[in-house]
């Protein structure tokens, strides 16, 4: 039905003039039958198509023959170029109650004398009609039921229409919450923070140094009271600083340490064993 109402563009479907074309087709898989499989099929079909994205493609190389197939990483796919959607509405006859039933059930399909099938689309033009089974119909009877079809074909286009617009709704949300994982960060305000936290961490550089030359210069004047008080701190000091270097302690040119008592580190040092132990 959907071929025979030339519902999809075959032009744009075209790689390469009188050489390539893409081919389309639908694969139907039936999990029930509660009756009238054709218009279900008709209906899953249409959506299928409608959603479907086929790979975009470009011609390169001499002549424009060379093909690229271009994942969908790196360039959209695109979607079919449908004109309109042929709904198909089944009718099933019973010659017995000369009654007419649209959308029959598996049990009305086992004892309905005749079917027919009219595909019109939202505008309500007759794409194909389809006549099953021995029952003899009435012109009158047609007619009526193409109204009626008519009138069934322009709610389920709504129907459908609005489904696939919901999927692709939902499709293009995942899409963009999977590319979107990362927090969004203000480049200006974040480089503004960066430049302050470096501006308080060499203001707190400049005060220790100033605080160090300060010591420094009383040392200074205090070590030129006498060379020989000088020369025994200096004694003093060496012993001190190779006790802890032997202990662990903080070395000599870490000039913001204050020294730590060597008693106190071989304690923890003899802790540490015993709990490695």
């Not at 899953?44 to 023959?65: H, K, M, V, Y």
């Amino acid at each position: 039905m959907c071929r025979e109402s030339r519902a999809v563009d075959t032009e744009s479907l075209c790689v390469l003039s009188g050489k390539l074309v893409w081919a389309i087709r639908v694969d139907l898989h039936i999990l029930d039958n509660g009756g009238n499989l054709i218009d279900a099929a008709n209906i899953a079909a249409l959506a299928a198509l409608l959603t479907f994205r086929r790979p975009e493609i470009s011609l390169g190389g001499q002549d424009s023959q060379e093909v690229t197939v271009h994942p969908p990483e790196e360039r959209e796919p695109l979607h079919l170029i449908i004109h309109h959607l042929p709904i198909a509405v089944t009718f099933a006859f019973f010659n017995y109650e000369s009654s007419v039933v649209i959308d029959p059930t598996h049990e009305e399909e086992a004892f309905m004398g005749g079917r027919m099938t009219a595909t019109i689309n939202a505008n309500g033009d007759v794409c194909a009609i389809q006549k099953a089974g021995g029952e003899g119909v009435l012109q009158s009877v047609i007619m009526q039921c193409l109204r009626i079809a008519s009138v069934k074909a322009g709610s389920m286009t709504e129907k459908i229409k609005k489904a696939v617009d919901s999927y692709n709704t939902e499709r293009a949300f995942r899409k963009i919450k999977r590319h979107t994982s990362s927090v969004p960060m203000d480049v200006d305000r974040g480089a503004a923070n960066i430049g302050v936290q470096q501006n308080s961490s060499s203001v707190n550089h400049m005060e220790r140094l100033k605080r160090m030359s300060e010591e420094g210069v009383a040392n200074q004047s205090e070590g030129a009271a006498g060379e020989t008080e000088l020369s025994e701190k200096r004694q003093t000091n060496k012993g001190n600083e190779d006790a802890k270097n032997l202990t662990g302690g903080p070395s000599s040119w870490d000039p913001y340490s204050n020294g730590v008592d060597s008693n106190i580190l071989k304690a923890s040092h003899a802790t540490l064993s015993c709990l490695h132990l």
